[in-house]
């Protein structure tokens, strides 16, 4: 199983790694910071390096407790082989501020309305955030952007944990994705802004919540009687 470095630093930007093999699907390494697409989090760009040989990596995905590196010319590539990984840092941070927005916001929507998560997107220049919310006024989308930037502003850090899968049972709030979608597994990472919000998660973050500038809440959509949508733009 691949060694997945991004889960504990979100901040590493070039790895070393042994190519186990070169599939038609991608390049398998034993690991990789590369984040793969996935949790409405985009996949990592960048290069895989191997001597004198650059690799461009377009697209990275999971499978099967696999992580495929997309890139032309991997023939060249040889099982055993050691590269040199480096991540398209500019894109991985601004989807990293993104990350942290989102949950900013979803700190602030379950504290004031107790509501749960049905689905996000990053992209490169804006993020939107599904919410099981029945009514979402222009008041209540001040109320909340308002107070999601004052937690920016406070400086909170933002923890990355892991804990025993047991505890979501004593910490249900830990739990703001449809049940399904939690991974398998006997240890949980866990997302934690410091005194705010904790919640399971598998995607990369930014270490202090002043990284993410401001949040504006650009538009608001209905998606039925019970799910809200929010988009929003960072400053
Ligand atoms: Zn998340």
Known sequence: MVELLYLLDCYLKEFEAHVLRISEEGVVL???????????QPSD???????????????????????YHVVKG?????PGDIVKGVIDWDRRYTYMRYHTALHVLSGVVYNLYGSVVTGSQISEDKARIDFTLEDLSKEKVQVIED???????EARAVKIKFIPREELLRNPSLIRIKPELIPNIPILRVV???????QIDGGTHVSNTR???RIRIIK???????NKRIEIKLE
């Not at 034993?30 to 409405?40: N, V």
């Not at 991997?74 to 040889?78: E, F, K, N, P, R």
């Not at 107070?147 to 502003?153: G, M, R, W, Y």
């Not at 608001?220 to 019970?226: A, C, E, L, Q, S």
Request: without cysteine.
């Open 147 to 153: 107070k999601a930037n004052e937690i920016v502003q």
């Open 45 to 67: 760009k960048g290069l895989l390096i191997h001597g004198d040989e650059k690799y461009e990596v377009n697209y990275v995905f999971k499978k099967d407790d696999e992580v």
């Open 74 to 78: 991997a023939q060249t590539l040889t």
């Open 211 to 213: 990284e993410i500038g």
């Open 220 to 226: 608001t959509i209905n998606k039925g009687r019970f």
């Open 192 to 198: 934690e802004i410091e005194g705010f919000d904790a």
């Open 30 to 40: 034993d690991k990789t910071a590369f984040y793969p697409e996935g949790g409405g």
